[in-house]
């Protein structure tokens, strides 16, 4: 399925060829059709060029005068998609997920780049204890590269609290070992910001960690869903702990009677002491 068009991120020359490539995979031939659903594969931002689009050149206008009007807005014409590719960096999750996420964003900003520069670029968004344990002379290309990040992948690591405390690590209730680290973004003032989360801390989880299943549906139903995930994502927890933290006001449980509630301690079935344990670690 073709990714949403993100005009910050997006290479828009690539993207618009993949997007007609998709079209005559589906046998979409007509002009309307295609402006039409392209509206689908917009974020928010381009969502808005994509009406405004519609008020002056109308549906009927065709789809190659759409398309060089779409190439003359969001063609790449500064430095911020080759800066978002370069510091982009592992966070969470899949370390082969970040590796092969990594690549595509280099391949999209220069297909024509050097292997060795790949791999480097590659290797340098990972956290620095992880690309201690690969050997640069086994990873001459990005397939060697990837194939040493997939063993890693399914290794646990043995770390002292002096690397813990070194590299900022932090092990959440899936077990996953994350780094805290500051976000690259691609601005041409700034390069680091610290992200902050307050009330809705689910809103940095990665997406992709959500497990869905639309096989039933048609792509424009997907792409439907996919948008109001887009939009609201903040609103939906990732996981039974995901429940959101507010500052500015204290929890109460009003009882039908003002009276001091005790119990004397109990035993607990083995089930319940586990989920115990686990709330409590949480």
Known sequence: MIEKFVCKFSNAKQWIEIFENECKRFEIEEDTTKIEILRLFLDK?????????????????????????????????????????????????????????????????????????????????????????????????????????????????????????????????????????????NTMNAFEEIEEIKVNFNGHVNKKDFITNLHHLDNIKKTRIHNLIENYNTVFAKDKYDVGTVTDYEARIDLMVDKYCSKRPYRCTLEDKIEIEKQMGN
Request: hydrophobic share 40%; with cysteine.
């Open 45 to 185: 931002t381009c969502a808005d060029w994509h009406s405004a689009t519609l008020k002056t050149l109308k549906v009927e206008a065709g789809w190659s005068e759409w398309k060089n009007k779409f190439l003359d807005t969001f063609a790449d014409k500064g430095w911020s998609s080759g800066m978002y590719a370069i510091f982009y960096k592992y966070k969470e999750g899949s370390l082969m997920e970040y590796a092969i996420r990594k690549e595509k964003l280099l391949l999209d900003m220069d297909e024509n780049i050097g292997g060795k520069s790949l791999v480097t670029l590659i290797a340098a968004g990972l956290p620095e204890f992880i690309r201690n344990r690969i050997d640069p002379e086994k990873c001459e290309t990005s397939t060697r590269l990837l194939h040493e990040i997939n063993k890693l992948d399914f290794e646990d690591f043995i770390i002292g609290l002096d690397m813990i405390k070194k590299f900022k690590l932090a092990q959440n209730e899936d077990l996953k070992i994350l780094q805290e680290t500051k976000r690259e973004i």
